[in-house]
């Protein structure tokens, strides 16, 4: 017997599909991808998924097939992934799948868990996988995704994958044979507090910019020793700047801690995730160039720690904006280094600087510089922001960026010192700043003209201060006001002031109200008040005495002096605007800050009941050696010049005050409008829905209880 042997394709026979889907269980984001599928036998077969997102190929070797769609992303859907490709530095290897991705939000969730896709699966009896773009990513071009998604459940089947000889060799993930498959594609989205591009004031800026300059507080992810090489990600120690930046915002997870403080809660919008705030990937091998400019990681990009100055801040950008944040004083040595007020000329702009700000600012200004060389685009709005010493600098910095780089730039500070001489001033006139002050909060109103005088001289008010008769503030006042300074001109305000008062003595900053006194007197009066009790000490004042001061200043720290302060009044104007036709404030409040405004007008009018003999006795008893050696005439002399000074200066102080009582009335009349809250953002729907959630938090609405703003139902639609 003889058998004829018939050959047959090993080909014939054996079929495969899939369809790519979003969380929605849409499929139409990923028509038109280009996909390479790979055989057992490392045969390929190229194809493009049709309207439908669907792709299918028959008549290949038998076993499973991988699919590969990392073919680069070649533009035509949004400029800003062809600035991503191309950029001086850490160029990004984008694919289209991840493009794709990004377009599409995040779909509903049951119990944490996607639905759509599931349900589209069971109706095209499929098997149901989840992926995500780092699956079809090559491992040498990954390091710019997120971490791995730990929570899905229905992962492709590595040991699938590995039954191919060529596993090794191509990204992709195994499907099997003669079966269809539904994969829902992991959206590829981030967070992105919100902020208006708007130049004016706006109190969401303030708010979310209040809690950029509480993060600049926080190491870039966790405090080490200075020879501790730095942390490559994950990011976990909370509150931290990696953390709240690429661990949180980066991963759809919403931040509530920033540095040790919280919870707080920013208004966050879902963006694609090219377009969150960046933290570079961290890739040496890939970024080897980078690492020899001495950006080896994402800490040397984003983070200055500069050790001879203590100057600290942070950057990051999107394809909206650039973001600056530097840091205030923190340590008892950085209070005393502030207090070294000696002006210097500005190395490479007008006028004089406080010296310990400008060396400060040299040092943040290199690490700005090179940042923006590299990121920024030339479009993008560029935000800076600081507490305290921060905001000095942030000044500066701000100055030098509108000369150098744009004019589209805001400026936020928070208690923030004055920082040079009139010249100064008047060239950076153009800075559109918002510069917030707490009312009992000293350190906007210093360096106090006294912390850059000489001191060897008797100067109007110092007398009256060491003898400590009468009403010392006012002492500190005409110190204040009459002092000579002999290395320039004295330190001036910049900006446009705005004042948390509270409504009444005593009252959290939580519980201010944030109006435009326009009047220096309300400032200079605790500034007075802090310098009365300064002690003097040969020729100098008392620095630990001084420092002591400072830091017992509550109202001066970002949490929780500006930043509850910031959130009361997000919370107060939006609710102006949704239920009280936009009142700046009540008429009950208007008549609680007035009688503050009367309490000081009160303290001006004190009597200083001082007489020529009690004067010089207590001159005397203290033994000033700057006083010692004056004669009876002189003492004399001063003496009532110091009186003649003193009742002028009073003068002065009723007046402005008198006109801030009036300027009080006149902001009564005030409207606000959807623009003093939010700015440039749009009404839409989903600005509401966000609203809604936002507003009925619990922190929220006992921030609102405690801002004492009315009661009313969470999220109600603003008129």
């Not at 769609?69 to 400029?79: E, H, I, K």
């Not at 928070?414 to 001033?425: E, M, N, Q």
């Amino acid at each position: 017997m003889t058998f004829e042997f018939k050959e047959t394709c090993p080909k014939r026979g054996y079929w495969c599909s899939f369809r790519l889907v979003d969380e929605h269980g849409e499929a139409t984001p990923y028509a038109g991808l280009n996909y390479v599928l790979h055989d057992r036998m490392g045969m390929s077969y190229s194809g493009t998924l049709d309207s439908e997102g669907f792709g299918y190929l028959k008549n290949f070797y038998c076993g499973p097939l991988i699919l590969d769609l990392s073919m680069p992303y070649q533009g035509a859907v949004d400029p800003w992934y062809d600035e991503l490709q191309i950029r001086k530095h850490f160029k990004l290897p984008l694919t289209a799948l991840q493009v794709a991705a990004e377009q599409s939000p995040t779909g509903p969730r049951d119990n944490g868990r996607t639905y759509l896709a599931r349900q589209r699966a069971e109706q095209e009896k499929a098997v149901f996988l989840q992926v995500e773009v780092r699956d079809f990513a090559r491992p040498d071009e990954a390091a710019h995704l997120p971490e791995p998604d730990t929570t899905l459940t229905a992962r492709p089947w590595p040991y699938l994958k590995e039954a191919c000889t060529h596993a090794n060799t191509c990204a992709g993930i195994a499907l099997m044979v003669s079966k269809h498959h539904v994969l829902e594609v992991k959206a590829l989205r981030a967070l992105s507090p919100m902020f208006s591009g708007d130049k004016a004031f706006c109190a969401l800026n303030a708010y979310h910019l209040s809690m950029m300059a509480v993060l600049s507080y926080a190491p870039f992810h966790k405090a080490r020793a200075a020879d501790e090489a730095p942390t490559p990600p994950p990011y976990t120690t909370p509150g931290c700047i990696a953390n709240v930046l690429h661990s949180q915002l980066g991963h759809l997870v919403r931040p509530t801690q920033f540095k040790e403080s919280g919870p707080f809660h920013l208004l966050c919008e879902e963006v694609p995730y090219s377009k969150r705030l960046e933290i570079v990937p961290y890739d040496p091998q890939r970024y080897a160039k980078e690492a020899r400019e001495q950006w080896d990681h994402p800490e040397h990009v984003h983070f200055l720690h500069h050790q001879d100055t203590e100057t600290q801040a942070f950057i990051t950008h999107n394809d909206r904006y650039v973001l600056i944040s530097v840091r205030g004083s923190q340590e008892l040595a950085d209070f005393v280094r502030d207090m070294d007020a000696r002006q210097v000329p500005h190395v490479d702009g007008k006028g004089k600087i406080h010296r310990g700000f400008h060396d400060a600012f040299l040092a943040a200004r290199r690490f700005v510089e090179a940042y923006m060389d590299a990121f920024y685009t030339g479009s993008q709005t560029i935000l800076v922001c600081g507490h305290s010493l921060g905001g000095a600098i942030a000044l500066l910095l701000a100055e030098w960026l509108n000369r150098e780089y744009s004019d589209d730039l805001q400026l936020y500070t928070y208690g923030a010192p004055r920082t040079g001489d009139s010249t100064f001033i008047q060239a950076a006139q153009a800075i559109v700043h918002h510069r917030l002050v707490n009312h009992n909060d000293p350190i906007p109103s210093v360096p106090a003209p006294w912390m850059d005088a000489e001191w060897k001289m008797a100067v109007p008010g110092s007398t009256l201060l060491i003898a400590a008769i009468g009403n010392p503030v006012f002492a500190a006042v005409l110190l204040l006001a009459g002092l000579i300074n002999l290395r320039g001109n004295p330190y001036q305000h910049h900006g446009e002031q705005r004042h948390f008062m509270p409504r009444k003595a005593g009252l959290s900053p939580a519980s201010s109200v944030l109006w435009q006194p326009g009047c220096a007197a309300v400032e200079e009066l605790t500034c007075a008040r802090f310098a009365s009790e300064i002690e003097l000490k040969g020729d100098m004042p008392e620095r630990d005495s001084m420092v002591k001061q400072l830091l017992s200043m509550a109202e001066h720290f970002n949490d929780p002096g500006y930043a509850n302060a910031s959130l009361a009044t997000l919370l107060r104007w939006y609710n102006s605007v949704a239920q009280h036709q936009g009142a700046l404030f009540t008429t009950k409040e208007r008549e609680q800050l007035g009688l503050q405004i009367e309490d000081i007008q009160v303290e001006v009018e004190r009597p200083v009941e001082l007489s020529y003999a009690q004067f010089r006795h207590n001159l005397r008893r203290r033994a000033h050696p700057r006083l010692e050696r004056l004669t009876e005439l002189q003492l004399r002399t001063l003496f009532h010049d110091d009186r003649t000074r003193l009742d002028a200066v009073r003068t002065e102080q009723r007046k402005a005050l008198n006109r801030t009582q009036k300027r009080l009335k006149a902001q009564g009349q005030r409207t606000l409008a959807w623009q003093d809250v939010f700015g440039d953002l749009p009404d839409t729907v989903a600005l509401r829905q966000l609203l809604h959630d936002w507003l009925a938090l619990e922190t929220n609405q006992a921030a609102a209880r405690l801002a004492k703003v009315p009661a009313t139902r969470a999220g109600q639609q603003y008129a």
